[in-house]
């Protein structure tokens, strides 16, 4: 694993340079099998780098992410605005989901050719919600805002349920499959999250038929969490969007190289790769970035020890080979 932390240090100046600002970045990597979120462990460590470069007339905040905690991004944006006069976010290829949530923060959104947002419409995780088909009996599976307003919608517009005793019926099938409080988070989340954009986007927004149109089109109306908006539909949308120079854009591009370098997000994490022929094996991957030029950077390192082991098939004799991952560590460290 190439260690680019000075490379990226000199890009983050050259970028300063540019634009005129103080730089802040953060990655949530999304290396397959190593994927990371924003989390509320990374709140109070961004107010240290903060801390560092206060006062900062403007703070270009450099952000690659696939979402993750909804409050979390909503502390850290506004934490940032707390810091600045003027917040740009720079996507150099993806912020998605929570991600999007802080970019509907930002004064603007400078965003390369690859780069892309995404919907907000939040999914639910806890102990209470659906088990997931041949996993472990502790896997939970993610219930999505959205998809359960979809199968309402869906009962009323394709099969014609109207208020009533047909409408029960589905809510009380829909509640032997998801719990009764695992829906009613739902619909709360609903509600927070659009009161939350509609919050952010006061200072990039002044229209509010824009933003009405901005919020139900990334809650709802995109269709799915995984529909993709580039730069030109995210102007089309309404919101304050830039394209970098050419020189600014080569700058992202290197950024976007050494970080990928770094974190291997195009290597996927394989246990069976790693041991080869060993029995025992120990590795450590470094999955979140959090960088700027005023503060030393911090790194979210998951280390641990491979170790191949043989288990009899319940109810028969024959060996069954198994990979057993001990995590050893899991967290920030400061570089």
Known sequence: MPDTYDARQALYAAIEKDRKSRVVALVTGDRPNMQTQIGNDS????????????????????????????????????????????????????????????????????????????????????????????????????VSVEAVRGYIEMAKQDFGVKAGSDMAHVLMNLSEKVHPLVLGSIFRSRSQIQSLARELLKGQVKDAAKTKKIIDFLCSESGSHDYTINRREAKQLGLNVEVPSEKLYRLIKDWLQAMRAELEVTSPFDPNALLGVNQTVKYSCTRCLLESTAYPGHIFVSEGELTRVQYPIPGTNIPQEAINDQRLFEGWRPR
């Open 43 to 142: 709140v109070d460590l961004l107010s240290e780098h903060l801390d560092a470069l206060f006062p900062a007339k403007k703070i270009s905040f450099i952000l690659y992410t696939n979402g993750g905690n909804t409050m979390a991004a909503w502390n850290m944006v506004n934490m940032l605005k707390m810091f600045c006069d003027e917040l740009e976010i720079i996507v150099p290829s993806r912020a998605r989901s929570a991600g999007t949530l802080m970019c509907l923060g930002a004064d603007m959104v400078l965003m390369t050719k690859q780069a892309t947002l995404g919907p907000i419409d939040p999914s639910l995780s806890g102990p209470l919600n659906p088990g997931i088909p041949g996993a472990s009996p502790d896997a939970r599976a993610p």
